[in-house]
């Protein structure tokens, strides 16, 4: 098993560009979640989905937009990038009805 | 507001000794996890909780429903145990975090 993966590692946008961060997990699980971490604020949950054609918001949402079209893809649209997006991105996956949660690498985004 | 209160934020310690980390919450979850996060890397769960006690090797997790009320404790520590230690609640469809307590051990 890949676990969570994400990609890309590491990008560079200017101001009002749009880009996706992919996120694809191959353990069936229902659960998806995108974060984004920041110096002393903790992880901040975006969007998250608890199955394929679900979605809905997180605590910080303005900004993203998710669509969650299979049960392993889970992909993080920037439609108009800005400087206090800023950010490590993690996604995240679990069965819905519990157990462990497993972390993609994270994306380091920088918005210029 | 803050759903999940760790403490302390930083924590420097001399290899070998005992560390405690601890975590409070404030809403109902349906289980606790610690996650580790070395620098500049990724986060792995360490423990999920719903009750009780575990332990894995030497690193041990407690919690406490009644007084919500978490703990994480390290025995003999070891510099490779050097990283944010975050405590994270899952209540419903989210996940709540701690802003994580940054550990380093010296040798």
């Known amino acids: 098993n890949a676990g969570v993966t994400q990609t890309p590692k590491f990008q560079v946008l200017k101001t009002g560009q749009s880009m996706t961060l992919q996120c694809a997990q191959d353990m069936n699980h229902e659960y998806m979640s995108w974060y984004r971490q920041d110096p002393g604020m903790g992880l901040r949950l975006i969007h998250y989905s608890v199955g394929a054609g679900i979605t809905d918001q997180g605590e910080v949402p303005n900004g993203y937009n998710v669509s969650r079209s299979t049960t392993e893809d889970f992909p993080l649209r920037l439609l108009s990038a800005a400087p206090s997006q800023t950010s490590v991105y993690f996604c995240?996956?679990?069965?819905?009805?519990?157990?462990?949660?497993?972390f993609g690498p994270g994306t380091r985004l920088t918005v210029l | 507001k803050n759903e999940v209160e760790q403490s302390p934020q930083n924590l420097t310690a001399q290899e070998g000794e005992f560390i405690t980390i601890n975590c409070s919450y404030s809403v109902g979850i349906s289980a606790l996890h610690w996650l580790q996060q070395h620098p500049g890397g990724g986060i792995v769960s360490l423990f999920m909780?719903?009750?009780g006690k575990k332990k894995h090797g030497r690193l041990i997790a407690t919690i406490n429903i009644q007084e919500k009320h978490s703990s994480l404790h390290i025995t003999a520590s070891h510099p490779r145990d050097s990283a944010v230690y975050i405590c994270?609640?899952?209540?419903?469809?989210?996940?709540?975090f701690g802003t994580g307590t940054s550990l380093t051990v010296i040798p």
């Open positions: 909780l719903s009750s």
């Open positions: 995240a996956s679990s069965y819905q009805g519990g157990g462990d949660a497993f």
């Open positions: 994270a609640v899952r209540g419903g469809n989210q996940f709540y």
